[in-house]
């Protein structure tokens, strides 16, 4: 490995899974795919955290397991100290795992509840063949010892310990074999909040000590905060923002990182945010949606080009087409509620039900708006899409957003992007490599 190879880096790793559960269209030939994890590209330098966190379903512990090459990738390669290793034969990844290891969420679960502590640790050494005989009960003692707990836990079953100390139990089994690099996957998540304070010291100790590399996972920006060197913030199988916990969070800038961090009690004393409630859930990795993923649940989408839209009125219209689009309108009860007996009345509850103003302020955006309600209220949403067409495509819609340095992160968003800012959806300028980046959103 060359002294300025990262320890593990990957480049545009994909991780496509087969839909196992619709048995029909597996039948039919018809195959469906879930993009957990959809061309990411990271590195973590040698005894440095790099903390991954995203709503639940992101792809966070596929990006962990296809990094250890538990899954094969779809697309994409992983470099450990300078090696391709998607390319080992299985003997070589067996030899591998000494030098990777997985902490789980869950001990309880992850730890044979039939074996005793000994048997645990003892596994891991054996699969390697480490020690053996007394230097092997040695070791279990001296690995215990490491991670806080007593050697004469050795001969105890997990029934007989608390969640933290069956957690120190798993970090002293993936410590067995004294590896390079670990992946903890939510390790303090099932804990109790005291007890993940100590489980973060101990990881950071042992970094301290033995110099080891972590993916540290979390769903909890307020976890990784104090562990991590640098957080990477994935959406739907991407990495949408990357940087150390200080560039990252004064202030946040990609608007799913404030969303996140605004969910943190006191994340900052510097920075007072409300809470940013983000609409709907986490859209389908089956089917994401096209340009930015993170357009359906922005609050910061940029308009388009050519019409005047007041920020709210934008946001509303924008959640509005994207429910049209997706043909997500429940109609019916929406009659029902609303008691509508007429055109005019399913006008009024339309707007009313998705904080639409009764007139927009731009008269071409208002006429396409009543066209589309009048085609839903005839009950055609292949006509109430075709009113809508493209007029409320913006950038975020259209193009894709890659990675790009700006003010020490580096954040996949159009607001950052210089050619997006007048809202013009230009094909040409999705092509060729982004221009100087604007330090400043304009909300
Ligand atoms: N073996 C699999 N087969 C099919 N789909 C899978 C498989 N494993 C994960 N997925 C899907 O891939 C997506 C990402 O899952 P993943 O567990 O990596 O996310 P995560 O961010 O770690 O979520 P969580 O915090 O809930 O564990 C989810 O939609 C999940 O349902």
Redesign the pocket.
């Known amino acids: 490995m060359s002294s300025n190879e990262p320890l593990i880096r990957a480049e545009n790793l994909k991780k496509h ?4 559960s619709d048995f029909i269209d597996r039948l039919l030939g018809r195959q469906q795919w ?1 993009k ?2 959809d061309g990411i590209s990271l590195e973590i330098e040698e005894g440095e955290t790099l903390g991954l966190v ?12 296809t990094l250890l090459q538990l ?1 094969e990738p779809t697309d994409g390669t992983v470099y450990f100290k300078g090696e391709d290793i998607t390319e080992y034969s299985s003997n070589e990844l067996r030899e591998l795992r000494q030098e990777m290891q997985l902490i789980f ?1 869950n001990p309880q679960s992850s730890l044979n509840p039939r074996l005793t502590v000994n048997d645990i640790i003892g596994e891991a050494l054996d699969i390697h063949g480490l020690e053996e005989g007394q230097s092997r009960d040695e070791r279990i003692k001296e690995l215990l010892e490491l991670v806080g707990l007593s050697a004469s836990h050795a001969n105890r079953y997990p029934h007989e310990f608390s969640g933290g100390q069956l957690q120190r139990i798993g970090i002293a089994r993936a410590l067995a074999v004294e590896p390079d690099f670990i992946v903890c ?2 390790p303090v998540s099932a804990l109790d909040v005291s007890v993940q304070a100590q489980i973060l010291n101990l990881l950071k100790d042992l970094q301290e000590e033995f110099g080891i590399t972590y993916l540290f ?1 979390a ?1 909890d920006l307020s976890v990784v905060e104090h562990i991590a060197d640098r957080i990477a913030v ?1 959406y739907l ?1 991407e990495i949408v923002e990357v940087g150390t916990p200080e560039e990252l969070f004064a202030p946040p800038q990609h608007p799913y990182t404030e969303a996140l961090l605004s969910a943190v009690p006191e994340p900052d004393p510097g920075w007072n945010p409300e809470r940013i409630i983000l609409e709907g859930t986490v859209p ?2 089956l089917d994401p949606p096209s340009g930015c993923k993170f357009h359906t649940r922005c609050p910061k989408v940029i308009p388009p080009a050519d019409l005047e839209f007041e920020q709210e009125e934008w946001r509303a219209v924008r959640s509005f087409a994207t429910r049209v689009e997706s043909g997500d309108l429940p109609l019916g009860s929406l009659r029902e509620e609303y008691d509508v007996s007429d055109a005019s009345e399913f006008d009024e509850a339309i707007r009313e039900e998705h904080d639409i103003p009764a007139r927009l302020s731009d008269p071409e955006a208002e006429e396409i708006l009543s066209e589309t309600i009048q085609a839903l209220e005839q009950g055609s949403f292949e006509r109430a899409n075709d009113a809508i067409g493209d007029a409320f495509e913006t950038p975020c819609t259209v193009h894709e957003p890659e990675l790009q340095q700006v003010e020490g992160t580096e954040i996949a968003c159009h607001l950052y992007d210089s050619r997006y800012q007048d809202g013009s959806v230009d094909e040409s300028a999705a092509s060729g490599q982004p221009t100087a980046a604007v330090s400043e959103s304009d909300d």
């Open positions: 899974y087969q839909n196992e879930v957990a994890v995203g709503e639940s379903g992101c792809g966070k512990s596929t990006v962990g397991r899954h969420q996957d939510e996972i769903h994935m199988g389908s990795p």
